[in-house]
């Protein structure tokens, strides 16, 4: 686990995509293997996506991808307590052009920060930052119809749920999307 203090000094060293009230999205740097690993191989941080917790190669090679798609228009970010600098846990808006053309939003919040509305205020800023800094016309998300905790948030967030049925590698999704006329009106 990384000190506070390392936290705090590195996320000075990467410029923040942007800050809410209480959270700063920083992008993902090689520097935070540390952080993204244990997450990558948890179980339960893990439940409800893909093919769950990762072994400790694959979770690696996971890692190294968001890096390389972080330099080809994708964003893999920490999400980090403003007044600590503690990383509490990730943020995402990315393209996965085998599921859909448009850029998709995912958050995971560490398990001990859940709750508190972080991960709401963290997906928020994404889909601020997708429609303002990138001009976005839509944004979608994916959830397991069994992960109640975050299709509300995304219902939440102004999200509309388009399907129960969507099928991605053998999986059942539930897919939500934002507009950018719904987004502006939200």
């Known amino acids: 686990m990384l000190s506070d203090s390392y936290v705090h ?3 000075l060293l ?3 995509l942007f800050e809410t009230q209480r959270l700063r999205v920083i992008p993902l740097t090689n520097r935070d293997t540390h952080f993204v690993m244990p997450i990558l191989q948890s179980p339960t941080q893990m439940r409800h996506i893909g093919n769950g917790a990762m072994e400790e190669n694959e979770a690696y090679q996971q890692f190294e991808a ?3 798609e972080s330099q080809q228009g994708s964003y893999h970010c920490a999400v980090c307590l403003k007044k600590t600098g503690r990383r509490i846990g990730l943020a995402r808006l990315y393209r996965r052009l085998d599921r859909s053309p448009n850029y998709q939003l995912g958050y995971q ?3 001990q920060w859940q709750g508190q509305g972080f991960a709401t205020e963290s997906a928020q800023g994404m889909l601020r930052y997708g429609f303002g800094a990138l ?3 839509r944004i979608e ?4 119809p069994s992960n109640g905790a975050s299709r509300r948030i995304l219902k939440k967030i102004g999200m509309k749920e388009e399907t129960t049925a969507f099928i991605y590698q053998g999986r059942r999704y ?8 719904t987004a502006l009106v939200a």
Request: proline share 4%.
């Open 174 to 181: 539930c897919r939500y999307a934002i507009e950018t006329e």
């Open 109 to 111: 919040i560490l398990s």
């Open 135 to 137: 001009k976005l016309a």
């Open 14 to 16: 990467v410029q923040p």
């Open 66 to 68: 968001w890096l390389q």
């Open 141 to 144: 998300a994916y959830a397991r």
């Open 9 to 11: 000094e590195n996320q």
